[in-house]
């Protein structure tokens, strides 16, 4: 949105921060069996955590339009801060550039508290509590959050055992973590999670970047960032009032999450995920510290320490998604071919346009310097292209329709922007079969038939979206359903003034 939005050459990326334990159903969780709010404590809805799930801005119409909402958000807040910062330039230093990585085994690394007491990581375990998941996403069987005790269910425990029983050790540093998987200790076909982690930092001028391997929570984050910043500070490299303290992750390897040692005490989903024990974010932050001075404009003359080497498995991973075995088309047809055409009559703004091909798998081809879908516009007999993948209105969906034979079909959905201009369009698929037995690869298009664009759907859909406004049980045309969020909006500001 924000790169078609400004245009040109423009490429916008957007970080992950400290988002742990944050979430995009900002409706927030309810029991999707009664209604009800889910038990506040440990998200549950009758003792279990599976019908306790979040809910988006737009859950009444799809999560699809949810996510539309929230990146539009994102968008807008950073197209203003693009075009107007809202705070002066910090004063310059030179645009010293400077950066440090290092590796550190976290399983028993000690270090020392800002109060002088000493602490130590363990080898990495997963709690009971993570196969509860969250209620973006549920886990299955009895598993519930905030469990720091050991659990109702012995079965569990003795299939934590079969799998590999933890050591007493293992048991008392993870404390008050019950462990249900030891995958610190586990290494067979190769280690199920990292023990020795990276601990990297980037400076540019004043902004200085903590690149965290896990997902920090947003106090954890916080506390990184401050302690960070007061280090800085107090080794001369950037004053506290011109310093600006981000972090970014997951980067480099994957440590699963990183609470503060309060969120660690409760055991939900982040404290259970929190590998390496209630200090794991302060060895993080101890280990910034000790190596801040390699920001500075003049770093040591030692280079920084290159750490234990971490093993490398990207030869002998194991991957459990299988490959395209072979494509077909149904009985009669060709890949490409229309099964499902656009409509005769015009459509307006608002509407969807949708066309259902013959398919084949989308992973035979990523394309990830072309498209899957395109809409293309007549202007006066030539073709041109208007919408492509970039284009959030534009979807496209694979579906295998048999498994046998391979055969699969591709919608192609297009949801037309208020202020399309009128004319003649046709929609465009991009695909790529794989032949039974050779297993070559072979390139086709699929055309729909024309249709044109014409008025405004606004004048059809505005009578339902007041009548829904009060009385919600009132169904409104599928094809208003995806203006509906914003014209709720509009009308709720008209009401609340009149």
């Given at each position: ?94 645009g010293v550039v400077r950066s440090f990585h290092t590796f550190t085994d976290f399983s ?342 024309t249709f044109n664009i014409g008025s405004t759907q606004t004048k059809i859909c505005l ?18 359903a995806l203006t509906e969020y914003y014209y709720q909006g509009w009308l709720g500001g ?5």
């Amino acid at each position: 949105m924000l790169e078609k939005d400004i245009g040109g050459s423009f490429v916008a990326g957007f970080s992950q921060a400290n988002v742990g334990d944050t979430s995009p159903n900002t409706e927030g969780p309810i029991c999707q069996d009664t209604g009800l709010p889910c038990k506040y404590e440990d998200s549950t809805c009758g003792g279990k955590a599976q019908q306790c799930m979040g809910r988006g801005p737009a859950f009444r119409i799809s999560d699809t339009e949810s996510c539309r909402i929230i990146g539009k958000k994102q968008y807008l807040g950073a197209k203003a801060i693009y075009h107007n910062p809202g705070k002066e330039s910090v004063a310059g230093d030179g645009g010293v550039v400077r950066s440090f990585h290092t590796f550190t085994d976290f399983s028993n690394y000690t270090f020392q508290l800002p109060n002088g007491t000493t602490k130590k990581t363990c080898r990495a375990a997963l709690g009971f509590s993570f196969a509860a998941g969250t209620t973006d996403g549920p886990g299955a069987f009895d598993f519930t959050q905030n469990d720091p005790d050991a659990p109702s269910n012995p079965f569990w425990l003795l299939v934590r055992n079969l799998l590999k029983k933890p050591s007493k050790n293992q048991v008392e540093c993870h404390k008050p973590k019950p462990i249900l998987l030891d995958v610190g200790e586990m290494d067979k076909p190769y280690p199920w999670a990292p023990n020795i982690v990276d601990i990297q930092m980037f400076r540019v001028g004043q902004l200085a970047i903590i690149i965290s391997p896990g997902e920090a929570t947003t106090m954890s984050g916080r506390r990184w960032k401050k302690a960070v910043a007061k280090e800085l500070n107090s080794a001369g490299i950037i004053s506290s009032g011109d310093s600006w303290i981000v972090l970014g992750g997951p980067a480099n390897s994957y440590t699963h999450y990183i609470a503060t040692p309060e969120e660690y005490a409760v055991q939900r989903y982040e404290g259970a995920s929190t590998l390496y024990g209630q200090f794991t974010l302060d060895a993080y932050i101890s280990l910034c510290k000790r190596y801040i001075p390699y920001l500075g404009a003049t770093p040591p003359s030692v280079p920084i320490p290159p750490g234990p080497s971490p093993p490398i498995n990207t030869n002998n991973s194991i991957s459990l998604i299988g490959g395209v075995v072979h494509d077909s088309p149904r009985l009669g047809k060709r890949f490409g071919d229309v099964l499902t055409d656009v409509a005769s009559t015009p459509y307006p703004s608002g509407s969807s346009v949708k066309v259902v091909f013959v398919g084949a798998n989308p992973r035979n081809n990523l394309r990830l310097d072309g498209t899957y879908a395109a809409v293309e516009r007549n202007n006066g007999g030539t073709w041109n292209r208007v919408r492509d993948d970039t284009d959030w209105d534009l979807v496209y969906q694979w579906k295998r329709t048999e498994g046998l034979s391979g055969q699969s079909e591709v919608t192609i959905s297009w949801t037309i922007e208020q202020g399309t201009p009128a004319g003649q369009y046709r929609i465009k698929y991009y695909g790529d079969s794989k032949r039974p037995f050779t297993g070559k690869i072979t390139a086709f298009e699929g055309t729909s038939g024309t249709f044109n664009i014409g008025s405004t759907q606004t004048k059809i859909c505005l009578p339902y979206f007041i009548i829904r406004r009060y009385l919600y049980s009132i169904a409104s045309p599928k094809e208003c359903a995806l203006t509906e969020y914003y014209y709720q909006g509009w009308l709720g500001g008209l009401f609340g003034f009149l």
